[in-house]
């Protein structure tokens, strides 16, 4: 079909229209902690921690030296400009929208490079199905990368493309840009992010130096190092600028590095069924090309091996978290292109199931999340309401649900300010610093949550510091108040 001037910019742009819609529809029902949609806080606590540390730093306050947490500063700068633009959490939704928007007109090219624009349509809104199950809560680290990352495979499946037609291996330096720019990004939320595209630049070099490219393998080098590099200084000019630098390289690389290196839970401990939906996109390319090997070119052979591989290592031995996938999801364009290039129908019925399993899950839970009440929320509001005297400019909730924070407009009175001791307290380093932090420190009110008694950390001072205002053993919450001299 052929269409005129007008038509063709008309087409266009309805198609650009739809994925908007899309992604404001697919925020707005899966993200529980930014959408309008929910009234109540999440049962989960991250997306609250990069709100509270974003939305005080659009104020003023310093990452890390004010308010820390264990994650590099990219996601606390989104949550930050979102609360800069509309000073709530509708300011963050509306940045995922637009993510979310981008990632999907990439994905929508990847598939334009070997289906028809109706086809192309259909699949990218079907790659939302399996979004869904792997999206958790919303407004996590991985979610912000997924332009970058959908852009960055837009790349190299151009580059496949370049081979299978031309049988050169020339890459453009463009791509590279992209591919630093990935794991720049990486470094600074959770370096893993970036271990697909790594890989896939890394065979691509490989392949350049095999082929005797070299002026465009050193061309690709300097191309990667400019994208990491326009990330990552202004960041690095900025903690330096404020005396925090050591504090975020610390966050952002030492500790996490000792986080993943003792998960807290095995891989299959949420079931065999979570962890396939979760990483299905790594399990079917590896299958792919496995089964389709000698008919794979041995340069793209290599190269969504090594794709596929190296994330999936990472899913087996880390803690095995559903939105870890969000790091592979463009691979869905590239699983159905090679399904229908080797017309494996079986396989094809076999993943969109699945997907359609994990999908009608997550509907599921939407209806759950819609009727959800956080009675946990509501039983911290309870204490509090009971000592009206309570001064919330030296306040901090100690192993409580971080979104008291939010409710109460509560700038916390120690940098150290959320899951003490059940997350951020796991590593003894920082056991020790959270245990400092508060012996330095006079903070009047601490909202206890001691479930867990015995992992308390700071038990002795309070025990000589503060007493007890007010309890609830039946939800174990405790409101301590500093001792008068």
């Known amino acids: 079909m052929i269409y005129n001037g007008k038509e063709w910019y008309m087409k266009r742009y309805s198609i650009i229209l739809l994925y908007f819609l899309a992604a404001f529809c697919f925020v707005t029902l899966f993200c529980y902690t930014t959408s309008f949609l929910y009234s109540e806080y999440a049962d989960t606590q991250d997306s609250y921690i990069f709100q509270v540390i974003g939305k005080y730093w659009a104020e003023g306050r310093i990452p890390y030296l004010d308010l820390w947490d264990m994650k590099g500063p990219f996601i606390f700068w989104i949550n930050a400009l979102g609360y800069l633009i509309t000073g709530s959490k509708i300011g963050v939704f509306f940045i995922q929208v637009i993510s979310l928007f981008i990632s999907l007109v990439f994905i929508h090219q990847i598939f334009r490079e070997y289906f028809s624009i109706k086809y192309a349509l259909l699949f990218t809104l079907c790659s939302l199905a399996h979004l869904s199950y792997i999206y958790e809560s919303g407004n996590l680290t991985e979610e912000y990368l997924l332009p970058f990352l959908s852009a960055a495979f837009y790349c190299i499946i151009k580059w496949v493309k370049n081979i299978e037609d031309t049988k050169t291996v020339k890459h453009h330096p463009y791509g590279s840009i992209l591919y630093g720019a990935v794991l720049g990004i990486s470094l600074l939320s959770r370096l893993t992010n970036a271990l697909s595209v790594s890989a896939a630049f890394l065979v691509i070099l490989c392949v350049l130096l095999v082929k005797k490219e070299y002026r465009n393998f050193h061309v690709n080098i300097l191309s990667f190092l400019l994208g990491f590099l326009l990330v ?233 510091r503060y007493h007890i205002v007010c309890s609830d053993d039946k939800h174990h919450l405790k409101l301590y108040k500093l001792n008068e001299d």
């Not at 592979?328 to 229908?340: C, D, E, G, H, N």
């Not at 001064?391 to 003490?420: G, W």
Request: glycine share 4%.
């Open 232 to 464: 990552v200084i202004p960041f690095l000019i900025y903690f330096y600028d404020h005396d925090a630098l050591l504090e975020m390289l610390n966050a952002t690389l030492i500790y996490p590095a000792e986080y993943a290196s003792n998960p807290s839970k095995d891989i299959l401990q949420t079931g065999i069924h979570y962890f396939i939906l979760s990483y299905i996109n790594c399990i079917f390319l590896l299958i792919i090309v496995l089964c389709k090997y000698k008919y794979c070119n041995v340069s793209i052979r290599w190269l969504w091996t090594f794709t596929a591989f190296f994330p999936f290592i990472w899913f087996c031995q880390g803690n095995g978290f559903g939105h870890y996938g969000m790091i592979v999801f463009p691979l869905f364009a590239i699983i159905i292109t090679y399904i229908r290039k080797y017309e494996m129908r079986k396989t094809f019925i076999i993943f969109m199931l699945l997907i359609l399993i994990g999908f009608a899950s997550k509907i599921r839970n939407v209806f759950v999340m819609y009727h959800w009440q956080n009675e946990t929320i509501k039983n911290y509001k309870c204490m509090l309401q009971q000592v009206p005297t309570v001064d919330y400019t030296s306040f901090v909730a100690y192993n409580c649900h971080p979104a008291i924070y939010l409710e109460k407009n509560i700038l916390p009175a120690n940098r150290f300010f959320a899951m003490q001791d059940f997350g951020n307290g796991r590593l003894d380093v920082q056991k020790q610093l959270i245990l400092e932090s508060f012996d330095r420190s006079s903070i009047k009110w601490i909202l206890m949550n001691d479930e867990d008694e015995s992992e308390v950390n700071i038990k002795n001072i309070l025990s000589d």
